[in-house]
């Protein structure tokens, strides 16, 4: 699937499976007085909403609502790229949001299978890498690709706000990335090493790891009624997929998919 955010580069990116329909939705909101922030906000409280549900065993409906919460999450996005109006404070926020969604979500899962407290705090620090995984090649693609730097591998360096944003605004909102999240960024890149030339191996392989196609995933497994298997797969097959991915960067290639 050929995305706008990378540019030129032929990508297939597993995560992008809603980013039409998140399209259609941010030009209809283009004019309206809805901003970026409000978006991010919104979709974590349908992901609040879905911890609910899953607490009240309706996980159907819940990871039926994850799926559009992953349609939303790319609607953030898109109008600011539409609108021409890139935010370092929507970044930041929307990475906040994301994790306390997913926090409030895994540890809903938890109480609702009755797991051990280290294997939720197990579940949750894999699914936090999971995603820096595929964030991180998502920004060296977009880097090359649309030339898009509002997103940077290494935030430790505090960005100049656009325009558009408050200095003093995107400061607070640096100091809570930083404080909070920067430990995943240098484990990823540690790990990662510098990634092979064209980076189309790692981004898609990756990809499937995002929550885009986690979602769908997730809801196939509630509707097969083997939701109980979600520690198999997140420190299984995705952690699999996590040194597969980490192996081929670090012994990096200039070959193609």
Known sequence: ???????????????????PCARVI???LKEKPVSV??????HLLLTILC???ILEGNTIIACFILILKGIIDAVDGELARIRERPSHVGRYWDTVADTIGLIAVISAFGRLFSWEPMLTFALILATLLQYSLFNHYSILMR???????????????????????KQSTVDIFHTIYVVFFSWQDSMISFL???GS???????????????????LIIFSLALTENLDHLPELILGVNVGLMMLVILRSRFRTSSSI
């Open 26 to 28: 941010a030009r209809f």
């Open 143 to 165: 880097n090359l690709g649309s030339g898009d730097t509002t997103s940077r591998t290494d935030e430790r360096i505090k960005p100049v706000a656009y325009p558009w944003e």
């Open 197 to 215: 030339k064209n980076l189309t191996f790692e981004l898609t392989v990756s990809s499937s790891l995002g929550f885009g196609m986690q979602s």
């Open 192 to 194: 990662s090493g510098r």
């Open 1 to 19: 699937m050929k995305v706008k955010k990378y540019g030129n580069r032929n990508v297939l990116d597993l995560s992008e499976w809603g980013r």
């Open 37 to 42: 922030i409000q978006i991010t906000s919104f």
């Open 51 to 53: 911890a609910w549900l």
